[in-house]
């Protein structure tokens, strides 16, 4: 499977950016997809994830804020952030996983070059 990330960018806080991630050389709908975040100096964290029969999972830290939602007809999963804070800057991954979706990075086979989203004040 390949990804591939896009829709990173500079943004005011408050403001909203949505962030696509599209896979092929797999059936999409087997997959879980899941995005990860990593800033600087800090580990890799768990983001939100949508299994192939929608079943949704966040963190708390962007819960209400971040929507995950997938197209199956177009391969593609998104990411919608609102309200984005300054801690939301990170390089973001999106990633996949054959089965259920899970929030330890360690489970997902497979992932995408990342997309920088900076959140500045």
């Known amino acids: 499977v390949q990804l591939q990330a896009s829709g990173g960018g500079l943004v005011q806080t408050g403001g909203s950016l949505r962030l696509s991630c599209a896979a092929s050389?797999?059936?999409?709908?087997?997959?879980?997809m899941a995005w990860f975040r990593q800033a600087p100096g800090k580990e890799r964290e768990f983001v939100a994830d949508?299994?192939?029969?929608?079943?949704?999972n966040y963190a708390d830290y962007v819960k209400g804020r971040f929507t995950i939602s997938r197209d199956n007809a177009k391969n593609t999963v998104y990411l919608q952030m609102n309200s984005l804070k300054s801690e939301d800057t990170a390089v973001y991954y999106c990633?996949?996983?054959?089965?259920?979706?899970?929030?330890?990075?360690?489970?997902?086979?497979?992932w995408g070059q990342g997309t920088q989203v900076t959140v500045s004040s």
């Open positions: 050389g797999r059936t999409f709908s087997d997959l879980a």
């Open positions: 949508i299994t192939w029969g929608g079943r949704l």
């Open positions: 990633a996949a996983r054959r089965g259920y979706g899970s929030s330890r990075s360690a489970e997902y086979d497979y």
